[in-house]
Structures are given as C-alpha cells and as structure tokens.
C-alpha cells in the first residue's frame, strides 16, 4: 500500500514587506428589496361576470345591547331602511328577487328600468283590484312612473295585491294603456319603485269580453251591483226560497231480485268437491248473496295452510266455470276465506233506493255521496270531508263516469248553492255537460286543458285566502270559522273540484297541474276544498307518487293488468273486477271493500238539475274564456323578444338551440322567449320532435309586438 508523503509546512520567521498600506473596510448592511404586494384592483365573482366588485364584510364580535350599525368600520354606504328599500327597489327584501343579466351593470339597468314580468299567477291575471267610484277617481289623477317609449303615460296602480276577486263586473279592466313592447325602452331611474305586477288590457279586449259576458248570459238577467268576491263566499243571495230537489223526482226502479237459490246449491257442491279431489281439509261454511257476486266463506281444517286455497285458483275458477273469480284469504275479521264468484244474473243497484233511506238524509258528516251495496246488500255511503280527496281510476266502460254522476246528484240532493260551490273539468267535453248553468257553479264546466290548469291554479290562491282570513278569526278550520260568522252573507261554502280526466290535463301542462294538485291535496282540507280526480290511465306518469300520496282514499274500477291495480290502490285486485260498476272502495286508514255503485240514468240526471236551474240562475265568478286568455296572453317581457321575433320570421324557424347560440343566451332563457312568442301568437305550439312554425310576415309584426 502506498502512502503520498505529504510537504513539510514552514511557517514563516519574517513578515513580509507590506507594498500597501492596511485598511480595515466597513461592511454596509445590504437592503432587502421590498417586494410589490401583488394586489388586484377587483375581486371577481363567477355569478354575474367580470363587470362586478365584491365588498367582503368581515363580522365583529359586540354585544348585543349596543348598536351594530356603529360598530361595523368595513360599512361603505349606509344602511338603507324599510322604507327606503321599498322606494328603491319595490320591495323590503330586494335580495330574495331573481335577478337577470350577464353582469351587475345589466341586472341595475333591468331591475331600474324595465318592469318585472306580469305575475303568473291566475286571479293577478284575470282579474283586477276592487273598484269603487271615490277610489277610481282618486287612482286616475296619480301619476305613472312608467315610461314606454320615452312617453309619460298615466296609470293606475293599485296599492294592494291583486290576487283578489272584487271586481264590480267579471273580468273587465279599468281604463288603462295596453302594455306594449318595443325594440329600444329608455331606462327609468333606479329610485324609481318597481310594479311588480300589472293587470292591463286594451280597449279592444275589454269590449270584447263585454260583448261576450252579454252573449253568455243572455239568458238570465245579473244583478247591478254583481261582485266578484276575493273569497268565494255565500254572498247577498242565501237562497233562502231555494228547494232541495226531493228524491221523489228520481224514477223509481222495476227491477226485481233474481232468485239465486239452485246456483248457490250448485257452486256450493262444486266447490266441496274440488276441495276433496285435491285433499285439502276445507269445506264451505257459509256464503254472502250480493248484487253481483256471491261471497263463498270456507272454513279451514286445523292444520290446513291458507296458500294450499290461493294456489288453487285457476282450478276453483275453471271447476265453477266462472269468468273471473277473486279469493280474499283471509276475510278481514273473520276466521274463514272468502272466495267471491260472479251471479248468473247481476242485480242493477239503482241510485233511487240508497239515497231514500234515512242514513242518507240524515247523515251527521259534511257532503256525505252514496257510493252503492257491498256484498252484503248494505249501502255505503262515504263523506267527501272525511276522505278529503278522492282518485277514482279504471279502464273505460268500467264505471267511472257513472260514479262521478252519483257523486254530484248526491251532492245536489242535499246542498245549497250558499253551501256548496263546484268546479267541473271535463277535458271530454261530454260526461259534464248536463251539470252546466247550475247555480252551484263557479265557473261553467270547462273543457279546455290550459283553462283548467289556471283554474286549479286559482283553486291554490283560494286555498291561501282562506287560510289568511281564518289566521284573522282564529279558526282552524272551515266549521268553526264559519260558527264565528254572524253575517250570513260572508260565511265560506264547500268547495268541490271534479277532474274528469286527469290523463289529458297531465299531456298538455305535467309541471304546473301536479303542483297545483300537490298543494291543494296537501293543504286544503282544513279550509273546505276537496278534490276528486278520476283517469281511465292509471299509470305512474299520470298518477305520480306526488300526486297519489296525499289522495288516501282511492276507488278502482277494472283495469286490465295487476300493475295498474298496485298503482290505484296499492296492491293487486282490480283486475279480477267485472266491470259495470264492480268496484273496490279504499277508504282512508282502513281496509278495501268490494261495491256495485249505484247507477242514475241520464233521465234522473236532467230532471234534477232542471229543476235547480228553474229555480236559480248562475253567478259565475269568471268565464272558461277568460281563464284562456289568461293562460295564453301572459308572455315574459325580455328585451331581446323584438330581436328574436324579427330573427325567428326572418329564418322561419323557431329554433331554440339557434336563438341561444345567436344571442349568446343561455337556453333556459332563449326557451322562455320562445313560450312568449307562442303566447303572442307569432310561433305554433311544440309539435314534439317537429319544429315550430312561423306563423306570421314580418309586416305583422309591428302591430303584434304593440299590442
């Protein structure tokens, strides 16, 4: 291994000449660079764009006797007052407004200068603030804040909601300049109180609704003073000469009972045997004759399972020769099964001899209907207030019109116009028919979808006003609110709603019909409104979950499959029915029962109501008409509708992906502009996966747009 030797170190003896002479430096402490705080001049929010500053307010912990406005040194502008944020935006709480626009600049602009879109709701539509002579004359000299066009218009405002009905005529306006639109609108200053909803309509419509209300009720004279009330009420009128149709103008029955005794004994045999021929220890104990199906009772053998006689019904039914045969195992509260087989002979159950008896008339529940027989020949009668809503579903032909006819007579046999209202919606146009001009109507019967959707809208806002005036009488609900009332005149009647068809009603407005219906369901029990929905497609698009969970009380008739059973009532049965009126009823908290409704012919139906209408004529609270119009002419004011409108006829075609990709909107947006020229009549309805037609030149859309 080799080792580097390393030099010897000589440290030196001498110092060594210094050719320089010493210095000693002084060390300057180095400054640090102050780096610039990277500060941006703006904080961006991603809601409205980069036109937008937000101001952070940081809290401070103080107490609560002190006063907080003081306290808060981050505080720019000082703190606006109620009635200073109702002059300036409209409303005490403007941050619970839906705001509109691609930045903040657009949304003051919008919210400063432009009206909000009138108020969808039915009753702010149609219908306007009460008029009076003093107070009109008073409204007419304010002026208008309002400015279309760049001209001062006067206007008359109301202080109050308009969501009343207190008109002195049905459906007609004050005075007032029609509502127009134009491409460019000047701003108003952002001072200035917003209208959050207007009521207006041009002379032209109101003459023709006069024109109109003339032509419908010509037939019968109104009163002078005729009001439309913000509550439905029992009004001036109690019809205190008023007569309760008597049964005795129902047609009495011919019919006899059949005789049924050999097919008893025969079906009695038949099922013993079966039961011995698959040795099953069961014997037939006892049995139930009704109108049209006769109740076999069989006793068990100890021991003997209960499934061993469910298994075998296609044997029962094919040993009794029988077309349909429903087995309830076990029969509720007894210790027997019950097997139920079709009569020979069906026995009609006529409408006559159930509401003759005296349970009937002297029924202690409210609205109390006769619904028909059980198996045991005992008629059933079911109060609307204890249901409180009804489904009533089943295949056509099954019965369920016949019902919806025994329900109203039974109704119409015990009520007065000042104690029951009623709202019919026939989208068949001629189950109901009959029933029209009859004093206990709201409205006539309606027939059109759009019109029943805003009337069950209007049904809603009803509900609300109720509900408020028994928040003033503390009441809980319709029976002790009206025991408070002295005035007979501003007692609150039963409201009843009848949907004939619920199926057509969903296919044309899904969305707003199942709110309405859910609300009502939910809520109107307590203020007298009761709803009954009847559709030959009980499927789960048309009767939703939303819809069928507050509706306890169901009645199926027929239907073709066990699936559309489950979804009527909940579990399988209705498919075993017969039809013609086989029903099974459903009351609410309790167990099915197997009926034969009762049935009331055309002829009953007419003489009844005839002699109603001779003795009182109709006080409509407002037209079919006018709910239509209400629902089709309430388009959204957007300031690019003028653009789009003239685009769209342009390009003749309503595209809605095109319009948002042509104005740089988003589709929710461009999709509204589009409902509001339907709505204007400009586009055709949306015909599925086809496009919308252009259905005006663009020389009429001038006069259009102004309108």
Not at 45 to 72: A, Q, Y
Not at 154 to 166: A, C, K, L, Q, W
Not at 486 to 511: F, G, W
Not at 680 to 702: D, F, H, Q, T, Y
């Amino acid at each position: 291994m080799l080792f580097i030797k390393r030099k010897k170190i000589v440290p030196p003896t001498k110092r060594t000449p210094d050719d320089h002479p010493f210095q000693v430096y002084e060390i300057q402490p180095q400054e640090k660079k102050k780096e610039p705080v990277k500060k941006s001049n703006r904080f961006v929010s991603p809601i409205f764009g980069h036109n937008v500053k937000d101001e952070v307010v940081i809290p401070i912990r103080t107490k609560n006797e002190r006063n907080m406005d003081t306290l808060d040194p981050f505080r720019t502008k000082p703190t606006l007052t109620k009635e200073d944020r109702i002059r300036k935006y409209g409303t005490a709480y403007p941050e619970f407004d839906l705001v509109k626009g691609k930045n903040l600049d657009e949304v003051l602009n919008q919210s400063s200068g432009e009206l909000k879109s009138v108020d969808k709701k039915v009753s702010a539509k149609i219908i306007n603030e009460p008029a009076s002579s003093t107070h009109h004359s008073n409204e007419t000299n304010e002026p208008s804040n309002n400015n279309f066009n760049g001209e001062n218009q006067n206007h008359t405002p109301s202080n109050e909601p308009m969501n009343g009905f207190e008109n002195t005529q049905p459906f007609e306006t004050k005075d007032a300049p029609s509502e127009t639109f134009s491409p460019k609108k000047e701003s108003l200053k952002q001072d200035e109180p917003i209208k959050e909803s207007f009521n207006i309509q041009s002379e032209e419509t109101k003459d023709t609704y006069e024109t109109q209300d003339k032509q419908d009720h010509n037939s019968f004279e109104e009163p002078a003073n005729q009001s439309i009330k913000q509550t439905v009420k029992a009004g001036q009128n109690l019809y205190t000469n008023y007569q309760v149709p008597p049964v005795s103008l129902l047609k009495d029955p011919e019919e006899k009972k059949p005789d049924l005794t050999e097919f008893i004994e025969a079906k009695t045999n038949r099922l013993n045997e079966t039961f011995s021929e698959f040795n099953i220890g069961a014997r037939v104990f006892n049995h139930t004759e009704g109108p049209t199906v006769t109740r076999f009772e069989i006793a068990l053998e100890k021991g003997v399972k209960v499934n061993k006689i469910t298994t075998l019904t296609d044997n029962i039914k094919m040993a009794l020769e029988a077309k349909e045969i429903r087995i309830e195992a076990p029969i509720p509260g007894k210790k027997t099964v019950g097997i139920e087989v079709p009569n020979d002979e069906a026995q009609t159950v006529h409408f006559s001899n159930i509401v003759r008896r005296s349970m009937f008339k002297n029924a202690a529940m409210p609205l109390t209907i006769a619904l028909g027989l059980d198996i045991d020949g005992n008629p059933i009668y079911a109060p609307i207030k204890s249901m409180p809503h009804g489904l009533i579903a089943g295949a056509t032909g099954s019965g369920k019109s016949v019902c919806i006819n025994t329900l109203l007579m039974s109704l119409l046999l015990k009520y007065k116009p000042s104690e029951l209202r009623l709202m019919l919606i026939d989208p068949k146009m001629v189950e109901l028919n009959a029933y029209d001009d009859l004093p206990h109507l709201i409205t006539p019967v309606i027939t059109d979808a759009k019109a029943a959707t805003a009337a069950l809208n209007w049904v809603v806002e009803e509900m609300e006003r109720r509900f408020q005036a028994f928040k003033e009488q503390t009441a809980r609900d319709i029976d002790s609110y009206n025991n408070k009332i002295d005035n007979e005149s501003e007692k609150l009647p039963y409201i009843v709603i009848v949907v004939d068809e619920l199926a057509d009603l969903m296919m044309v407005s899904s969305q707003s019909v199942e709110e309405s219906i859910m609300r009502i369901t939910q809520k109107a029990r307590a203020c007298g409104i009761h709803l009954i929905v009847a559709t030959q497609r009980p499927s789960t698009d048309v009767v939703k979950g939303t819809i069928k969970s507050n509706i306890p009380t169901r009645i199926a008739f027929s239907v073709s499959s066990h699936v559309d059973s489950q979804t009527i009532i909940d579990t399988a049965g209705a498919e075993t029915l017969l039809g013609r009126g086989d029903m099974l009823y459903v009351p609410s908290g309790q167990g099915k029962q197997r009926l034969q409704g009762a049935f009331v012919s055309d002829e009953d139906i007419n003489t009844v109501t005839s002699f109603i209408k001779n003795q009182a004529k109709p006080n409509y609270l407002f037209t079919e008409d006018a709910l239509v119009k209400s629902a089709t002419k309430s388009f959204e004011e957007d300031e690019l509708l003028d653009e789009v409108a003239y685009y769209v006829v342009k390009m003749q075609e309503a595209s809605i992906n095109k319009i948002s990709k042509q104005f740089q909107i988003g589709f929710n947006r461009a999709q509204r502009i589009v409902e509001s020229l339907e709505a204007a009549g400009i586009v055709s309805a949306n015909m599925g996966s086809k496009a919308r037609e252009v259905l005006v030149e663009e020389a009429e859309l001038p006069s259009i747009l102004n309108q």
